[in-house]
């Protein structure tokens, strides 16, 4: 079973950077989940599934993989392409998009 070593992304409500660089492992399933007949619940009997471990950076959770035998796949994040604007450069006189009202 493979595990996946990546940092995750911060969803849309989040602004801060607190726990931004931490890097995470998780292991692939091994199985697909079913939808159980009476309840419609989705389950798995892949234990390995419900097991995350959290890292202050990839190295660490490199070598914990390599340390435990767990064969990995390193995922580079994607930095997001920010652009600093005021709320003053809506107001512009050479702004470049139309505002209308």
Same mark, same amino acid.
Do not use: C
């Given at each position: 079973?493979?595990?996946?070593?990546?940092?995750?992304?911060?969803?849309?409500?989040?602004?801060?950077? *607190?726990? %931004?660089? /931490?890097?995470?492992?998780? +292991?692939?399933? &091994? @199985? !697909?989940?079913?939808?159980?007949?009476?309840?419609?619940?989705?389950?798995?009997?892949?234990?390995?599934?419900?097991?995350?471990?959290?890292?202050?950076?990839?190295?660490?959770?490199? *070598?914990? %993989?390599? /340390?435990?035998?767990?064969? +990995?796949?390193? &995922? @580079? !994040?994607?930095?997001?392409?920010?652009?600093?604007?005021?709320?003053?450069?809506?107001?512009?006189?050479?702004?470049?998009?139309?505002?209308?009202?």
């Amino acid at each position: 079973m493979t595990a996946r070593i990546y940092r995750p992304a911060r969803n849309a409500m989040q602004s801060g950077l *607190a726990k %931004a660089e /931490r890097w995470l492992l998780e +292991y692939e399933p &091994e @199985q !697909p989940r079913q939808i159980e007949p009476l309840m419609g619940w989705t389950s798995s009997g892949d234990m390995k599934s419900q097991v995350k471990l959290w890292f202050d950076n990839e190295a660490e959770a490199v *070598a914990y %993989a390599t /340390r435990n035998g767990i064969p +990995y796949r390193v &995922e @580079q !994040p994607h930095n997001p392409k920010r652009r600093s604007m005021a709320y003053s450069d809506n107001f512009k006189f050479n702004r470049v998009g139309q505002w209308t009202h």
